[in-house]
């Protein structure tokens, strides 16, 4: 069992950057693959990042790329995703996620966070 509690949501304005980080519970999370997820008012939940267990593979949503970077630490257990040059569309619920397969699919993970919002203003 996995517990999953995101931190470091709030208001930026166009430009700026955050860092959001979750922090896991339950000595097994270091074998499961992380994403981020995030989803907007009215919209379905998306992708945007994942990492492997051993944090050698990424992958980033098309429009991340080059401005979002997903990063782990299995000896913290915390996975971080800092965002660069933040945009009004970035605004969002972002959610981390725990699975066993290295996916960018949100069925495929099976722990989630609650959730962090994120603002981004013009």
């Known amino acids: 069992q996995v517990q999953l509690v995101e931190s470091g949501g709030g208001l930026v304005q166009a430009g700026g950057s955050l860092r959001l980080s979750c922090a896991a519970s339950?000595?097994?999370?270091?074998?499961?693959?992380a994403g981020w997820f995030r989803q907007a008012p009215g919209k379905e939940r998306e992708f945007v990042a994942a990492i492997t267990w051993r944090g050698d593979l990424t992958s980033y949503a098309d429009s991340v790329k080059g401005r979002f970077t997903i990063s782990r630490d299995n000896a913290k257990n915390t996975v971080d995703l800092q965002m660069n040059s933040l945009k009004p569309d970035d605004t969002a619920v972002y959610y981390c996620?725990?699975?066993?397969?290295?996916?960018?699919?949100?069925?495929?993970?099976?722990?989630w966070g609650q959730g962090t919002q994120v603002t981004v203003s013009s």
């Open positions: 339950g000595r097994t999370f270091s074998s499961y693959a």
């Open positions: 996620a725990a699975g066993r397969l290295f996916r960018v699919v949100a069925s495929r993970y099976d722990y």
